[in-house]
């Protein structure tokens, strides 16, 4: 399975997570040429400025790549998860539900184990796999 298609769970792909990074670049390369341009000629902005500048959005850059990593990391720890219990008996924390898991989905609301009988269980807190 490709990262695009674990980051989809999400609603995101890398290309789309991609050009929101490079809108955010381009922005910032506009507004570094702008200040450039309107800056008071008697006063210029010192060249160390500008370095400062761009190394500090080069880190919040990296940030966001490193988030968005962890997101698809997760995505697919979840879904490892998900796939795991197929064919195991969940029971539910009060143990009015129970069951053979034929199906996981992964919603908002985490991971809902289908059993055989059709009924849905939210894996959660409580509730046993064996």
Avoid: W
């Amino acid at each position: 399975m490709t990262l695009d298609a674990i980051a989809s769970l999400s609603g995101t792909t890398a290309s789309q997570q991609k050009a929101a990074t490079t809108v955010d670049y381009e922005s910032f390369l506009r507004l570094l040429v702008t200040q450039m341009k309107n800056q008071d000629p008697t006063k210029p902005m010192d060249s160390t400025d500008y370095v400062a500048q761009l190394a500090t959005f080069s880190q919040v850059e990296q940030s966001v790549q490193t988030n968005t990593k962890l997101d698809q990391l997760l995505q697919f720890s979840i879904l490892t998860q998900a796939t795991s219990i197929i064919g195991r008996t969940a029971t539910s924390a009060d143990g009015e539900v129970s069951g053979k898991v034929v199906e996981a989905r992964i919603t908002d609301s985490g991971v809902v184990a289908v059993l055989e009988d059709g009924s849905e269980l939210l894996i959660g807190s409580g509730v046993t796999i064996k």
